[in-house]
Antibody, heavy 120, light 106 residues
Framework: QITLKESGPTLVKPTQTLTLTCTFS??????????VGWIRQPPGKALEWLAL???????RYSPSLKSRLTITKDTSRNQVVLTMTNMDPVDTATYYC????????????WGQGTTVTVSS | DIQMTQSPSTLSASVRDRVTITCRAS??????LAWYQQKPGKAPKLLIY???SLESGVPSRFSGSGSGTEFTLTISSLQPDDFATYYC?????????FGQGTKVEI
């Protein structure tokens, strides 16, 4: 059974850096073609893709947020970490991680999401 | 950047209705399109990938079609469990873009 779970702070202050961890099981991020992505959803709004990391360490970022995002993986710990700098209240959202099983990657299994509020 | 536009934004329907949601891409995306279902407070669930391939475990009343710039998701006979918001998503090796969503309501 494949599962993913997001963890991190529920509240961050403006200008702070957000660090989110996706811990997964049931698959290996060293398997060819596999990727893990991050997606967010502001309250009442649509889904927005943020970043993705491939099994080989290749990384992709949303062009509009690229300067603020860093995605890394720890294959031995089955974790993917997303950092987002200079947080703003408009970044308040539920953040999801999800698996992509093959290239090109669609997202077949999602975590339950973690809600992050940006407020002073 | 490729833009994905869904229509309608909201759709009112009844149980057993045939429902069609459209997704248009700003340029050709071949068949690299997925459809997701999302219920309130829940994570999205994959329904369709590569425009028309049904994800394992998804009821056969869901189907997808299209290629290039125009795609459709069809629910052949709407069931009570299908009232939700549906998103299309373009995917390739470099970027992933979601549509704005279609809410299917009673």
């Amino acid at each position: 059974q494949i599962t993913l779970k997001e963890s991190g702070p529920t509240l961050v202050k403006p200008t702070q850096t957000l660090t989110l961890t996706c811990t997964f099981s049931g698959f290996s991020l060293s398997s060819g073609g596999v990727g893990v992505g991050w997606i967010r959803q502001p309250p009442g709004k649509a889904l927005e893709w943020l970043a993705l990391i491939y099994w080989d360490g290749d990384k992709r970022y949303s062009p509009s947020l690229k300067s603020r995002l860093t995605i890394t993986k720890d294959t031995s710990r089955n974790q993917v970490v997303l950092t987002m700098t200079n947080m703003d209240p408009v970044d308040t959202a539920t953040y999801y991680c999800a698996r992509g099983p093959t290239i090109p990657i669609f997202l077949d299994v999602w975590g339950q999401g973690t809600t992050v509020t940006v407020s002073s | 950047d490729i833009q994905m536009t869904q229509s309608p934004s909201t759709l009112s329907a009844s149980v057993r209705d045939r429902v069609t949601i459209t997704c248009r891409a700003s340029q050709s995306i071949s068949s690299w399109l997925a459809w997701y279902q999302q219920k309130p407070g829940k994570a999205p669930k994959l329904l369709i990938y590569k425009a028309s391939s049904l994800e394992s475990g998804v009821p056969s009343r869901f189907s997808g079609s299209g290629s290039g710039t125009e795609f459709t998701l069809t629910i052949s006979s709407l069931q009570p469990d299908d009232f939700a918001t549906y998103y299309c998503q373009h995917y390739n090796s470099y970027s992933w873009t979601f549509g704005q969503g279609t809410k299917v309501e009673i």
